[in-house]
T-cell receptor
Framework: DQQVKQNSPSLSVQEGRISILNCDYT??????FLWYKKYPAEGPTFLIS?????DKNEDGRFTVFLNKSAKHLSLHIVPSQPGDSAVYFC?????????FGTGTSLTVIP | EAGVAQSPRYKIIEKRQSVAFWCNPI?????LYWYQQILGQGPKLLIQ????????DSQLPKDRFSAERLKGVDSTLKIQPAKLEDSAVYLC?????????????FGPGTRLLVL
C-alpha cells in the first residue's frame, strides 16, 4: 500500500528553467513533509521540509508547496542547474513514521 | 561533523547465507533508522531505535531479519538466511530527536545482491 506517490519517474528540464516535482499522498494523518535528493551511490540528503500548518516554505532556489485539501505537495526549483540532476524523493510523516515516495529522476540539461 | 557511516558498501552473497550490516550514526543522535530500498522504489522503514530501545519494528521480517543497537550508539542489521528478494540497498539514518520533528541524515547505504 503506497501511501506516498510520485507518479513521474523522470523529468527533464533545460538549465535556467523551473523544475516542478510532484508528490501525492493518501493518509490525512500526515503532518510533516520532506524532500530528499539522492545522487548515485550516496544516501538521500535532506533538502527542504514543510509542516502541515503551512502551505509554502522557501529556501533559496527551492520552494515546497503543500495543498492539504488535494493531498498534494510539489517542489519547485528555480532556476534549475545541472548540479540539480538527481533523484528526488518526497516523504511524509505521522508521529515517528516516515513514508517515502518512489522518487523522480530529474535531469537538468545544460 | 562526520556523517552517518555504514559498512560494507557492497555485499554479494548466495541465498540462504547470512549477512550483517553495520551503522555508526552521527554523534549525539538518539534515533536510528534502518531502511530497505528495493530498486525503483522509495526507502521502506524496517526498524527504528531511540537510544537502545526499539520504537517501531512493525515492517521488519522478524523470521529472518534482526537488528540491535548496543549502548545506544552503533547498530547492526542481520539477515539470516537471505533470500533473493532481499537484494536491495540498506540505508541507515539518524536524527537528533529534541522533541520536535527532526530531519533524518542518511548514510551512503549498503548494496546487497543475493544470488
Amino acid at each position: 500500500d503506497q501511501q506516498v506517490k510520485q507518479n513521474s519517474p523522470s523529468l527533464s528540464v533545460q538549465e535556467g528553467r523551473i523544475s516542478i516535482l510532484n508528490c501525492d499522498y493518501t493518509n490525512s494523518m500526515f503532518d510533516y513533509f520532506l524532500w530528499y535528493k539522492k545522487y548515485p551511490a550516496e544516501g538521500p540528503t535532506f533538502l527542504i521540509s514543510i509542516s502541515s500548518i503551512k502551505d509554502k516554505n522557501e529556501d533559496g532556489r527551492f520552494t515546497v508547496f503543500l495543498n492539504k485539501s488535494a493531498k498534494h505537495l510539489s517542489l519547485h526549483i528555480v532556476p534549475s542547474q545541472p548540479g540539480d540532476s538527481a533523484v528526488y524523493f518526497c516523504a511524509a510523516c505521522t508521529g515517528n513514521q516516515f513514508y517515502f515516495g518512489t522518487g523522480t529522476s530529474l535531469t537538468v540539461i545544460p | 561533523e562526520a556523517g552517518v557511516a555504514q559498512s560494507p558498501r557492497y555485499k554479494i552473497i548466495e541465498k540462504r547465507q547470512s549477512v550483517a550490516f553495520w551503522c555508526n550514526p552521527i554523534s549525539g543522535h538518539a534515533t536510528l533508522y534502518w531502511y530497505q530500498q528495493i530498486l525503483g522504489q522509495g526507502p521502506k522503514l524496517l526498524i527504528q531505535f531511540q537510544n537502545n530501545g526499539v520504537v517501531d519494528d512493525s515492517q521488519l521480517p522478524k523470521d529472518r531479519f534482526s537488528a540491535e543497537r548496543l549502548k545506544g550508539v552503533d547498530s547492526t542489521l542481520k539477515i539470516q538466511p537471505a533470500k533473493l528478494e532481499d537484494s536491495a540497498v540498506y540505508l541507515c539514518a539518524s536524527s537528533l530527536l529534541t522533541g520536535e520533528r527532526e530531519t533524518q541524515y542518511f548514510g551512503p547505504g549498503t548494496r546487497l545482491l543475493v544470488l
